[in-house]
T-cell receptor
Framework: GESVGLHLPTLSVQEGDNSIINCAYS??????FIWYKQESGKGPQFIID?????DKRQGQRVTVLLNKTVKHLSLQIAATQPGDSAVYFC??????????????FGAGTRLAVHP | DVKVTQSSRYLVKRTGEKVFLECVQD?????MFWYRQDPGLGLRLIYF???????EKGDIPEGYSVSREKKERFSLILESASTNQTSMYLC????????????FGQGTRLTVV
């Protein structure tokens, strides 16, 4: 079946380095993608999103890249800080007939930032 | 700020009990969702609702039901709790139209003993 997934379950980086978290999706009809951050004991929080008519979007210290050719999504975090330690999820929005859209999540990647 | 509030952070219930998890959102969103989150499996959709009294099964609806009597409130019901329903439960809401993110509650950690 179609799914959204992540290549790496755990990513360890040094403080100050750049982090790259990857995600693969399989539904070429999806038109919206989101990255969420989930800290321990909390619900997922929105980081950044991108529509399928774009290939790059930048926020504060974060950049999302979308490669529709290979159905790949990545989240880049610049100058990673200890506060970035969390689980990161990519999500894909699949629109259905009647507009009842729902998000499909990947399994998540844990980012561990070391001093 | 958008707020999605789940009634409990932690719950401990006995096998066979009927369990209600409540979720309220204050943004007048049409869509509401219930997910469960388990290590290594990410977030899996249990049920969602796109309007009052409307519901649709997600990927893992077995053992669960839902109720949406008012737009702001979406309840998840475990008819007869079992130990394999021990999990983190997350509620979310989103507008129906447009490409926007879903907003999540803080989660309810349910333990069934």
């Amino acid at each position: 079946g179609e799914s959204v997934g992540l290549h790496l379950p755990t990513l360890s980086v040094q403080e100050g380095d750049n982090s790259i978290i990857n995600c693969a999706y399989s539904n070429s009809a999806s038109d919206y993608f989101i990255w969420y951050k989930q800290e321990s004991g909390k619900g997922p929080q929105f980081i950044i999103d991108i529509r399928s008519n774009m290939d790059k979007r930048q926020g504060q210290r974060v950049t999302v890249l979308l490669n529709k050719t290979v159905k790949h999504l990545s989240l880049q975090i610049a100058a990673t800080q200890p506060g970035d330690s969390a689980v990161y999820f990519c999500a894909e929005k699949r629109n259905r007939a009647g507009g009842y859209n729902k998000l499909i999540f990947g399994a998540g990647t844990r980012l561990a930032v070391h001093p | 700020d958008v707020k999605v509030t789940q009634s409990s952070r932690y719950l401990v219930k006995r096998t066979g009990e009927k369990v209600f998890l409540e979720c309220v959102q204050d943004m007048d969103h049409e869509n509401m969702f219930w997910y469960r989150q388990d290590p290594g499996l990410g977030l899996r959709l249990i049920y969602f609702s796109y309007d009052v009294k409307m519901k649709e099964k997600g990927d893992i609806p077995e053992g669960y039901s839902v109720s949406r009597e008012k737009k702001e409130r979406f309840s998840l019901i475990l008819e007869s709790a079992s130990t394999n329903q021990t999990s983190m439960y997350l509620c979310a809401s989103s507008p129906q139209s447009g490409l926007t993110e879903a907003f999540f509650g803080q989660g309810t950690r349910l333990t069934v003993v």
